[in-house]
């Protein structure tokens, strides 16, 4: 008896139309979202960055007040104290000359302070989700515009502090002297920026911020090497302001101020009551509190923007 064998189905792994299909899917694929540091998450901080300056340019009130305020002070303060005897307040030639570095680094503390500002009143209005929903390469380009925006802020501030002092006789630092007081305010001012960008996403709102950067602001500014030296302090004082981050901004630049053109790594910027700080460590106290804000933001950036 003879039987008749049909052909063996061909298996639909094998169709080529299936194949051809498969291929047209992955040439039509949408490409990976690009990362961290691509040519979009700059385009997108660019953008987000003239977004706040278009606000600066509507609203300059923000950066004429930025300005005044450190100017009063230097000139209101130095004329206060303008008939101290020389050699009270250290090397310094006047009281004008001292209290340059501390209202420099006040004035960009209190700047980077208030840098969550903006992000809070975006997210009580709604902005900050239409950010997070927007088809964005990398949502820390919100963070990298706010840190971009405060530090040029920061820059135009120190230069009208630095152009006044040197009209009131306080002198200017060498070009390189001149080059480490922007990095010590930059390094200064990333790292409290990060700590209050951190703050408008961890508080309710921004009364209970306004509420930390009042509480925050004059304790540091009077903990500090800012309106008088180490040694017209009581020793607990001492030890309170040779803690303080703020003292290791202002004394390298008071120092930069007082000996241009004659100044080191090694010279010995701050006589703390445990150590002699040399300008070396100093910066490395401020790149350590600079890394120390942005470590512990990570968590919490990740869990509300990321």
């Not at 979202?33 to 700059?42: A, C």
């Not at 630092?173 to 007081?181: E, H, K, T, Y």
């Amino acid at each position: 008896m003879s039987t008749t064998l049909s052909p063996k189905p061909k298996s639909s792994l094998d169709n080529p139309e299936l194949r051809q299909w498969k291929a047209q899917l992955r040439d039509e694929a949408p490409a990976a979202t690009p990362g961290l540091f691509s040519p979009e998450f700059w385009q997108e901080t660019g953008a987000m960055t003239r977004r706040l300056f278009i606000q600066l340019q509507r609203r300059p009130s923000t950066l004429v007040a930025g300005v005044v305020q450190p100017v009063m002070w230097l000139i209101l303060f130095g004329a206060l104290f303008q008939n101290v005897p020389e050699g009270l307040f250290g090397e310094s030639r006047n009281y004008g000359q001292f209290l340059g570095a501390g209202i420099i680094v006040f004035t960009a503390f209190g700047g980077a302070l208030n840098a969550g500002l903006p992000v809070m009143f975006d997210r009580e209005f709604g902005f900050l989700n239409r950010f997070l929903v927007a088809p964005l390469a990398s949502r820390y380009s919100i963070v990298a515009a706010s840190a971009i925006f405060i530090a040029a802020m920061s820059m135009v501030q120190t230069a009208a502090i630095i152009g006044l002092s040197a009209a009131l006789g306080a002198g200017l630092p060498d070009p390189a002297g001149l080059a480490l007081v922007v990095l010590i305010v930059l390094t200064l001012v990333l790292g409290v920026t990060a700590l209050s960008l951190g703050l408008s996403f961890a508080l309710p709102g921004h009364i209970e911020l306004i509420a930390v950067i009042f509480v925050t602001n004059l304790p540091l500014l009077f903990s500090s090497t800012a309106l008088v030296p180490l040694s017209f302090m009581p020793p607990w004082l001492q030890v309170v302001a040779s803690l303080n981050p703020l003292s290791y901004a202002i004394e390298p630049i008071r120092y930069i101020y007082l000996h241009a053109g004659d100044w080191g790594l090694g010279s010995v910027v701050m006589h703390a009551p445990f150590a002699e700080v040399t300008l070396a460590a100093a910066l490395g106290v401020l790149i350590g509190f600079c890394g120390l804000s942005l470590a512990l933001i990570q968590p919490l950036l990740r869990r509300r923007i990321a």
